[in-house]
């Protein structure tokens, strides 16, 4: 049997699962705040590096927990971070027309 090349692939193992819970439910929660699961795109990556900034801010004061939704601000801080990337990522693809299987993931979302 042949091994699969993973040669120069991000190893996503090494993500914590509980990092990757933690973005999920704070995505769940902004889902059903903004009715919109696509508007992050449009959302520029300053606003998300800010609204990390606010989180992170307010847990580093004893501020655990968002009292909006009910999580803590480490996972928001973590998502906003995350959603910075994406926006990030999303937008240097679309400049350079980005089509075909490397693209089809990201585009679900």
Not at 21 to 48: N, P, Q
Request: glycine fraction near 8%; hydrophobic fraction near 40%; charge should be neutral.
């Amino acid at each position: 049997m042949t091994a699969k090349d993973t040669k120069g692939k991000a190893k996503l193992r090494l993500v914590p699962y509980d990092a990757l819970v933690a973005i999920a439910e704070v995505r769940e929660f902004g889902i059903k705040k903004y009715k919109d699961d696509h508007g992050w795109k449009g959302v520029d990556t300053l606003d998300f590096q800010e609204a990390a900034m606010r989180h992170l801010g307010k847990a580093l004061a004893g501020q655990e927990i968002d009292e909006e939704s009910g999580l803590p601000h480490i996972y928001h801080a973590l998502t906003s971070l995350a959603m910075a990337v994406a926006v990030n990522n999303f937008k240097v693809k679309d400049e350079k027309k980005c089509y075909g299987p490397q693209c089809e993931w990201e585009q679900q979302f």
